[in-house]
């Protein structure tokens, strides 16, 4: 584990991730003491803004990105997330590009390769789709994207710059733009829409952040704490 941390990002930044997430749907900041012991625990160290908007914002929410249950606390995983064993965040993450294994030809679905782009790596946003997840890569190259997998394959969002796509993942981001601000960018393309029970005071309107297509108007739910070696 390297202790060198990003530096802390512009309070511009900031602002934009705290717009996505409305105040009264935010889980507790954690505290930058908490986040420490946790990437401790973990040996790593989170990139930024993600390391900053969880320690002095918000821990996740549950209305926002992603479009299934909203952002994940730190160490949770979304219900949907399949059982492939003990997360281990701090470990290289596998691949070095997209990899859509389900149209390889010859590729075992138990290939050890597809469990290490589940658990190792990375922290989980959230699910999108059902079984289709956001990542957020905490070590190797790619440290700082945001990554969507699901059980045909792991990309990198943007896909490309000339408009591919998978599930959530939204091409055109500037590339000098941060994973997580692509995370939620994802969601702003969308036009307003009314979603009935997404304010505790109400029915509002307010931008799509995050793919709310799969919002049925219910009251949403975190998911549940990862297990770790």
């Given at each position: 584990?390297?202790?060198?941390?990003?530096?802390?990002?512009?309070?511009?930044?900031?602002?934009f991730?705290?717009?996505?997430?409305?105040?009264?749907?935010?889980?507790?900041?954690?505290?930058?003491?908490?986040?420490?012991?946790?990437?401790?625990?973990?040996?790593?160290?989170?990139p930024?803004?993600?390391?900053?908007?969880?320690?002095?914002v918000?821990?996740?929410?549950?209305?926002?990105?992603?479009?299934?249950?909203?952002?994940?606390?730190?160490?949770?995983?979304?219900?949907t997330?399949?059982?492939?064993?003990?997360?281990?965040?701090?470990?290289?993450?596998?691949?070095?590009?997209?990899?859509?294994w389900?149209?390889?030809?010859?590729?075992?679905?138990?290939?050890?390769r597809?469990?290490?782009?589940?658990?190792?790596?990375?922290?989980?946003?959230?699910?999108?789709?059902?079984?289709?997840?956001?990542?957020?890569?905490?070590?190797?190259?790619?440290?700082?994207?945001?990554?969507?997998?699901?059980?045909?394959?792991?990309?990198?969002?943007?896909?490309?710059?000339?408009?591919?796509?998978?599930?959530?993942?939204?091409?055109g981001?500037?590339?000098?733009?941060?994973?997580?601000?692509?995370?939620?960018?994802?969601?702003?393309?969308?036009?307003?829409?009314?979603?009935?029970?997404?304010?505790?005071?109400?029915?509002?309107?307010?931008?799509?952040?995050?793919?709310?297509?799969?919002?049925?108007?219910?009251?949403?739910?975190?998911?549940?704490?990862?297990?770790?070696?």
């Open positions: 584990m390297t202790d060198t941390r990003d530096q802390r990002p512009a309070e511009a930044t900031l602002d991730l705290r717009s996505a997430f409305p105040p009264e749907w935010r889980e507790p900041a954690l505290g930058h003491e908490a986040v420490a012991a946790w990437e401790q625990e973990n040996r790593v160290v989170l930024e803004p993600y390391r900053t908007f969880i320690a002095e918000a821990n996740g929410s549950s209305i926002g990105p992603a479009g299934d249950g909203g952002l994940q606390p730190l160490g949770w995983l979304p219900d997330w399949p059982d492939l064993g003990l997360r281990q965040p701090g470990e290289p993450f596998p691949l070095e590009g997209a990899w859509p389900e149209d390889e030809e010859g590729v075992d679905p138990e290939d050890p597809i469990n290490a782009a589940f658990n190792k790596g990375s922290v989980v946003l959230g699910a999108e789709d059902g079984p289709s997840f956001w990542l957020l890569l905490t070590t190797g190259p790619h440290r700082g994207e945001v990554w969507m997998i699901a059980d045909v394959g792991a990309i990198r969002c943007p896909a490309n710059r000339h408009g591919a796509s998978m599930g959530g993942c939204s091409a981001t500037p590339a000098t733009t941060g994973g997580t601000e692509r995370f939620v960018l994802t969601g702003r393309r969308s036009q307003a829409v009314r979603i009935p029970g997404a304010s505790r005071s109400g029915e509002h309107s307010q931008p799509v952040l995050g793919l709310w297509h799969n919002f049925r108007g219910t009251e949403p739910s975190l998911g549940h704490r990862e297990q770790r070696p």
